[in-house]
């Protein structure tokens, strides 16, 4: 069954840097993608970045092109999200979520979601 969980959210200033790490288990192939979604208060949950689980492929939201990075640690069966130069408007929960069609930045393709943790820049 496939689990996952996050972790290091925190309060940062704008222009810092902050890493999110996704605790995934039990993704059965590699074709699996492994992604970020953020939600702000009274919005939408949107697209961040998604990374193929056995490699190969990455995709991010124009929004965070250039600032953010996503990797993956599969000896560890880590997830992270690498977020420089943060700006007010990053300001969400942070989730992990799971697809079994591969590296696409669709909501509903996504099977499994974690819990979130909370990102919140100040200005």
């Known amino acids: 069954q496939v689990q996952l969980s996050e972790s290091g959210g925190g309060l940062v200033q704008a222009g810092d840097g902050l890493r999110v790490s996704c605790a995934a288990s039990g993704l059965p192939y590699s074709s699996y993608a492994v992604a970020w979604f953020r939600q702000a208060p009274g919005k939408e949950r949107e697209f961040v970045a998604a990374i193929r689980w056995g490699g190969g492929m990455i995709t991010y939201a124009d929004s965070v092109k250039g600032r953010f990075t996503i990797s993956r640690d599969s000896a560890k069966n880590m997830v992270y999200l690498q977020m420089n130069s943060l700006k007010p408007e990053d300001t969400a929960a942070y989730y992990c979520?799971?697809?079994?069609?591969?590296?696409?930045?669709?909501?509903?393709?996504?099977?499994?979601w974690g819990q979130g943790t909370q990102v919140t820049v100040s200005s």
């Open positions: 979520a799971a697809s079994s069609v591969g590296v696409t930045s669709s909501r509903p393709l996504y099977d499994y």
